[in-house]
Structure formats: structure tokens, C-alpha cells
């Protein structure tokens, strides 16, 4: 071991026992060394949190300054008003290269910095160790963790490719031009030319990348829609395949003056008012969390979001319920259908023509005890021309499996163009007298790679199954004589009955009469044949309402009539042979959505990643999950009750509403500075301590604390964006800043410095750095090439992210082992056991 590192036996060196700041003690040198590198490690991950939390503030600054707009009108061509956008005074890829990544690596930059000037402007080992650890840990464990993690059947690839290939490229020059300046240039030196050319290539990169963005185009770019800031939904294709235009299908979610958008919300509002069971209060918390899905999201939105995650701080997205959360879920599970989602709603094929939908035939089927087998069907519709596979399982309600009937769990695949699938069900007869039983079956769609996204669930996922002793056809007739549903209802669904008796497969025919509501402008009518298949009880008539969602128009309560005729198959009429549907105008829409409006504006309000007054942080900082207790959970608690200290010191820095954020900004980056150079100090006499030199305590403690913040923040940007840029797209970036500035801005200071003070160069041992280097070019090089790879081999979907299983698996796996080669290798050469390219001691004067 060399004489940098330190056995539990042995006794203190410079490096245990005096740093720049620490240790606080001055009779340290006392203490038990076991005991004083458990303090000195928890100390060292106490203030990985604050760094994590200050970071939390110094972006929130950034994503204040860099989320300013300006308006935008654009006309459209008609006599009408020009459209008004609002759009990004910064360009997109040269905030991600400039502020965001040096929110995201401000640790790691002020620390190489903070341990220069701290060793009187000479190198240190620390702060580039740390700098080329996360580099690796970013790029290889990050990704990996990305690929993985992507749904089953999932991909995401990076829609910004050229940004990314002008990143990547330097990210792999900004590390070979390290190597060749710690090696081949001036071997053991930095001379001020390299110094100053090393920090301008920061500036060079963030140029290249932005014209790579602009398409190698130089010039004032012509606005196009797809700059509007925050919208609902996407544009879908007309029949043809063509789309329409955005200003044509779209409505902004946000007025010009930053309001929302009562037309927009009114539309969304349309869809939540066919979930009987949601409230107002429930639909303006989905309304915020659509609005917030929908806006466009920087990584540092999503860094910002891990941290509070980790500290138990105010999130910056709505909690759902279980409840929410499954209609949330259903609203976005299919965006081609019109209303959102899976609804009890009619749809044509026109709007499902991308998906295939599965459904039981009826819900609900009546069999006598004594019937032994009997068939159920399942029916397929929609898109027809590829292969949809489902499970089928039965579930207890009062009849019981394996006394009542056999258990159910089977497989069902509709090939090419099947529309029904029949699945056989066993009844056991017990020779006892019961009631009436029932016991349910459910669908479910299996997730098979891709082709879970071709096929989704119907309106009739479950089928009730009732055992009765009964032969006769039975009387058809109404439930009810009368039903009153709300304009904004969209369907009203009236079930027709068959009781004392199922037997057999029997028909009646239905047809709507016009009273004060008229067909089509109030409702859409017709008429038709009802069918029920032997055993079938219930079946439901369909009639789509028209709601013009029209607040200025005054209307009186219209009704219709629904009439049953014919029957068939030997059934007969009973009583209830006419439905009158009374169809009741909203009085109160205005002061609902007027309160809908109001809740929704709030609840966008208290997810803000921002405060505008001090007030607002305090209260934020004092209250475990930001003052949200009925959605905080245990852990929140926890972490709240760790970290509640640095949440109270980071919130009396001025807060991001005061001057545009600039304030903020330096003042948090000063605070960082501080907090860093603590970090350094624990790091420093915590790896002296347990015997770790400064190079392999920097590429493992170090970098993992600094870095963790950011595996977290993509693992979310990865699930919850449609692209892959913001998950891994600004790695290679931010990698590069890293170095230009990381390393380039201490090297002027410290060459500028022993040229003009002291006289001489500014020594720079190479060491264990350019080793390091030198094995993470060669891994990162054979990870750029797997993510190219990934991009356009068919065998791993096409995408950067996810993909089919196995191949998502072994990417995962092969980043995975690419990082523990890399500390390894750096790991060994850093304690002698591999040389590599040992430098001459002559050439240096002896100084090695």
C-alpha cells in the first residue's frame, strides 16, 4: 500500500487528520479509527442530501429563467383573430448544454475547482477522479437502468439525433483530448494554452449544438406550430393518413396570459363526466395532472422531481388515488379513441382502426344447475388484421369454484380477421336445492412484446354467470319506464331484462320516437334488433346523447321514447314496453366549470417547482410532503424528519420569483460551493481512513452521491416521456461539460496562476487519471455503439430504450458490466497492481 493510504492499525497521516475545512475537532487524532470513519461516512451521505436539496434550489432558479416565453402570433389563414403562441425564449438544446448542465453537475465542477484553489492552485486527485466517475456511471449504469426499466413492449428513442451525435462526439474528444494532454502533449504538465483551449471548447460544443438543432441552418427560423408551449394532446391523422394541422385540431390548455383554457378544459371535462363516480374536485385534480403530463419537461424538471422524491419535499405532480389513478390510466391508454380512453361509450371503427377490441358478447349469462357444459363467447372488433391474444378467468362471487363450477383460466387467440372466440364452461351439479348463484369471468389482455398496444379491453370485461333451474325463453321487457340523464352524459344506456326464463337464443326489435328532443340534433336515433344468446339476462341499448357543451345556450328539459316490438324465439313483452328518456340541461355548467377552472389553477399552482416569496419556501420546508399530509407517506415522513435541516437553512435563500431567478442562482451556486467543499473534506479523510486513495474514493463514494439524484431523475424521465432524450439524451453533454468546464476552468486559474505568480508550469501528475481515462473512453466508446445499435437493429425494437425482453435484459447487462470493469481496472492500476505508461521521474525533475 502506498503511503497515501492508511491501515486501522497504523497511525494518521496529513490526509486523516487535516483537510481544508475539516475536521471541526481539533483532538481527532484521538478518537477510535473505526468509530471516526462510521461518523465520517454518515457525515459524508448526510451531505450528499444537502447538496442533493440545495441543487433542488439552484435548479428551480434555472427552470425559472430558462422556462421564460415570449408570444408568438401566427395567422391562420381565416378572417379570424391570428392563433397566439407562447414559446421558449431559450432554445431548448443550448439551455440543456449551458444552465441545466451545470445545475446537474454544479457538484462536481465546484469541487475540482474548490480543491485546486484549496491546495494552493496545485492538482488534486479528488475532483477529476470525481469528474470522470460520473461520467461512467452516467452514461453506463444510467442507461442501463433506462433500458430496463422501460414497460414491456416499450420503447423510447431520441428524437434530438443530431443534437445527440454532435454530444457524443464531444464527450469522446473532450475525454481523448484529456489523455493526450496528461500524456502526449505535455506529459505531467498543463500548459495555459491547453488550459484556455480546453475551457473554450465548452462554448464551441454549445455552438455545434445548436446549429446541429437548427439543421445545419443559419438564420432567424420561421415558427412552426409544434413550438406552442404546452397543448392537449397530439394532432391525430386524418383517414388518409395525412394529418391535419395543429391549429386546427389542437386547443392550448393556456391563454396568452398564462390562464387556463376553459374551451380546452371544457373538452376534457367532457370525457371525465362519463365516470358516474368522479367529482369535481376528483376531475380538477385529473385535469392538473393532464395538464402537467401534457406540458413539455426539461431533465431538470424531472432532477428537481427526484429530489423531492428522496427528501420527502412537496411533489411537482399530483398524487392519484388507486380510483384516479385507473381512470387516469384508461383515459390515456388509448389516444386514437375520441373520448380518451376506455369509456361506456359508442365508438366506431373509424376511430379504433389501430386497435383491436375485446369484449364479452353480454354481461351477464344464465345456465340451470343440470346443464353440465355450455359455451360463452367473446367477440373481437375493431382492428381485425392482426393477431390479439387474452386471458380468460373466472372468479367467486356466491357460487364457489370446485363445488359450484370449475375453475377458469385459459388462453384465447384471435388469429388474423376472427371476430368471436368461444370458451366452454363447466356447471357441477350437486343434487342439493339452492338459490340462485352467480360467479363472474374476466378478460384480460396478455402482454405479449409488442402486441399488447394493437388490442385493448372493451366495455364488457366481465360476464356475471348465474346457475338457476330454469328452461323457459322468458319475458323481455324495460327495467325501468323512465330514465333522466344530463346533456354532458354523451351515452345513455338502457338496459332491457329478460326474466323467468333464459333459454334459448331470442330477439325483440327497438326503436326511438322523437318527443321535444329531436333526432339527430339532441340525440343520434334509430332503431335495431337486440339479441340474447341463450343465457344472456341483461343487454343494454346504446343511445348517444348530443351535448354542444354550449354555456350561453339556454335550454328546457327534452325527452324521447325508446319502444320494444317483435319478439322472437318464443319470448314474450312484459309490462315495460316503452322507456321515456328525459334528457336534463346543465343549469349549473357555467359555475361548475367556473369552479373547475379555480381548482384546477390551484392544484397547477401548488405543483410548481418554483416559490415566488420566502414565505412560500419556509412553509414548504416546514411541512412534511411541502403541507400535501393527506398524501404523504411513511418514508416521506422519515426523509422529512432527516433532511427537515437543510430544508430550513436552503429556504432562506431569496427565492426564485425575485429577479427573474438570477438571485437565486448565484446565491444557491455560492451555497453549493460551500456545502461541496465540506463534501470533499469527508471524502478525503473518510477514504484516508478506511484506506482508499483519493482516485478510487472519488470514482465510487463520490460520484455514486453526486450522481444518484440523476439515476432517479432519468429512471422517470425514461417511463414518463414519449422520447429518450431527456432520460439519456443529455448525458453525453452534460459528460463533455464536465471536463470543459470541470476541469478546464480550474486549469486556467492554476496555470494563470504559476505562470504570472509563482513563474514555473503548473505541475499535473498524470496517474491514475489518464488510466482512468483512458478505460472509460474505450467503455464509453462500446456503450455509443451498443445505443446506435439499439436505434436501428430490429432485434432490439428499433429504439435506444426498452424493446423486446431478452435484448433489453442483455443491454441493460452488458452497461452494467462495462461500469464494474471500469472500477475495477481503476481501481487496481490506483494501488499499483497495473502500470501504465509510468512517466520518467528524470523528465520531471523527480517530482513523481
Partial sequence: MDNETLSFSGTYNDRCYKALLLPIFPYERSWNTGVRAGLYFFGLMYCFMGVAIVADVFMSAIEKITSKTKKLYLSTGKDSEPEVFEVR??????????????????????????????????????????IVGSAAFNLLAITGVCIIGIPAGEGRSIRLIKVFLVTSAFSMFAYLWLYMVLELFTPDYIDLWEAILTFLFFPLMVVIAWWADRDWKCGKRTPVPTDQQIELGVANGSPGGESETMLEKQKKLF???????????????????????????DAAVLAATKLIDSQPHSRMWYRIGAVRGMA?????????????????????????????????????????NEKSIVEFHSASFAVPENIGKFNITVVRHGRMDNTVRV?????????????????????????????????????????????????????????????????????????????????NPGVISFKKRGILVKESCNIANLEVERTNGADGEISVDWKTIDGSAKSPSDFQG?????????????????????????????????????????????????????????????????????????????????????????GEQLQVALTVNGGDVENATGMDYVMHFLTFGWKVIFALIPPPGIMGGWLCFFSSLVAIGFLTAIVGDLATIFGCLIGLTDTVT?????????????????????????????????????????????????????????????????????????????????????????????????VFGKSELGGPTVPKYFSGIFLFTLWFLYILLSSLQAYGYIHFLAPNPEQHGGKV
Fill in 89 to 130: 425564449i431559450w432554445n431548448d438544446t443550448v439551455a440543456n448544454l449551458t444552465l441545466m448542465a451545470l445545475g446537474s453537475s454544479a457538484p462536481e465542477i465546484l469541487l475540482s475547482c474548490i480543491e485546486v484553489i484549496g491546495n494552493k492552485f496545485e492538482a488534486g486527485d479528488l475532483g477529476p477522479g470525481t
Fill in 255 to 281: 391563454t396568452a396570459h398564462g390562464e387556463v383554457n376553459k374551451e380546452a378544459l371544457i373538452e376534457f371535462y367532457k370525457e371525465l363526466r362519463k365516470y358516474p363516480d368522479i367529482s369535481d374536485s
Fill in 312 to 352: 420527502g419535499s412537496k411533489k411537482i405532480h399530483p398524487i392519484l388515488s388507486e380510483k384516479l389513478r385507473e381512470v387516469y390510466d384508461a383515459v390515456n391508454q388509448s389516444p386514437d379513441v375520441p373520448d380518451l380512453g376506455q369509456v361506456p361509450a359508442i365508438v366506431t371503427d373509424h376511430h379504433h
Fill in 391 to 471: 386471458r380468460i378467468e373466472s372468479f367467486d362471487g356466491s357460487a364457489k369454484a370446485g363445488s359450484d363450477y370449475v375453475q377458469v383460466n385459459e388462453q384465447l387467440v384471435f388469429g388474423p380477421y376472427a371476430k368471436e372466440r368461444e370458451v366452454s364452461i363447466s356447471i357441477i351439479d350437486d343434487n342439493q336445492w339452492e338459490p340462485d348463484e352467480e360467479f363472474f369471468l374476466r378478460l384480460s389482455v396478455i402482454d405479449d412484446g409488442f402486441e399488447k398496444r394493437d388490442a385493448v379491453l372493451g366495455r364488457l370485461p366481465i360476464m356475471e354467470i348465474v346457475i338457476l333451474n330454469d328452461d
Fill in 526 to 614: 334509430g332503431e335495431g334488433t337486440l339479441t340474447f344468446k341463450h343465457g344472456e339476462l341483461v343487454r343494454t341499448i346504446e343511445i348517444p346523447i348530443v351535448d354542444d357543451l354550449d354555456p350561453e345556450k339556454v335550454k328546457r328539459d327534452e325527452c324521447f321514447e325508446v319502444e320494444i316490438s317483435n319478439p322472437q324465439g318464443g319470448c314474450t313483452l312484459g309490462r315495460i314496453r316503452k322507456l321515456a328518456v328525459t334528457i336534463s340541461n346543465d343549469d349549473d355548467f357555467n359555475s361548475v366549470m367556473q369552479r373547475m377552472m379555480v381548482m384546477t389553477s390551484s392544484n397547477l399552482k401548488s405543483m410548481e417547482v418554483h416559490k415566488e416569496t420566502w
Fill in 698 to 794: 472519488a470514482i465510487t463514494f463520490v460520484a455514486l452521491g453526486t450522481s444518484l439524484p440523476d439515476l432517479f431523475a432519468s429512471k422517470a424521465a425514461a417511463t414518463g416521456e414519449k422520447y429518450a432524450d431527456n432520460a439519456i439524451g443529455n448525458v453525453t453533454g452534460s459528460n463533455a461539460v464536465n471536463v470543459f468546464l470541470g476541469l478546464g476552468l480550474p486549469w486556467v486559474l492554476a496555470s494563470i496562476y504559476h505562470v504570472a505568480i509563482v513563474g514555473d508550469r503548473f505541475y499535473y501528475p498524470a496517474g491514475s487519471l489518464a488510466f482512468s481515462v483512458f478505460v472509460y473512453a474505450i467503455v464509453a466508446t462500446l456503450a455509443l455503439i451498443l445505443i446506435l445499435v439499439r436505434r436501428y437493429a430490429s
